[in-house]
């Protein structure tokens, strides 16, 4: 594999484990009070997923974005 894939594919996984633990933290801290409101819920899996999803898709892309922006180009 490239190593500019490897880099690629890395930083995303990083970045995306910091957004799935920020959103586990936003439940455990229950702020604004959405977990209690996605229990409450008919169908808690759905608004899960799309937390969860957004956030590691979020996380992913600015942490790879960083990591692009901070690397010195001499690999």
């Given at each position: 594999?490239?190593?500019?894939?490897?880099?690629?594919?890395?930083?995303a996984a990083i970045?995306?484990?910091?957004?799935v633990a920020v959103a586990c933290g936003l439940l455990i801290a229950?702020?604004?009070h959405i977990w209690?409101?996605?229990?409450?819920?008919a169908d808690p899996?759905?608004?899960l997923?799309?937390?969860f999803?957004?956030?590691?898709?979020?996380?992913?892309?600015a942490y790879v974005g960083g990591a692009i922006?901070?690397?010195s180009g001499k690999r």
């Open positions: 594999m490239p190593p500019l894939i490897k880099f690629l594919l890395l930083n970045g995306s484990g910091l957004g229950d702020i604004d209690t409101l996605i229990r409450a819920s899996w759905v608004p997923v799309l937390l999803v957004g956030f590691a898709v979020t996380f992913g892309s922006m901070l690397a």
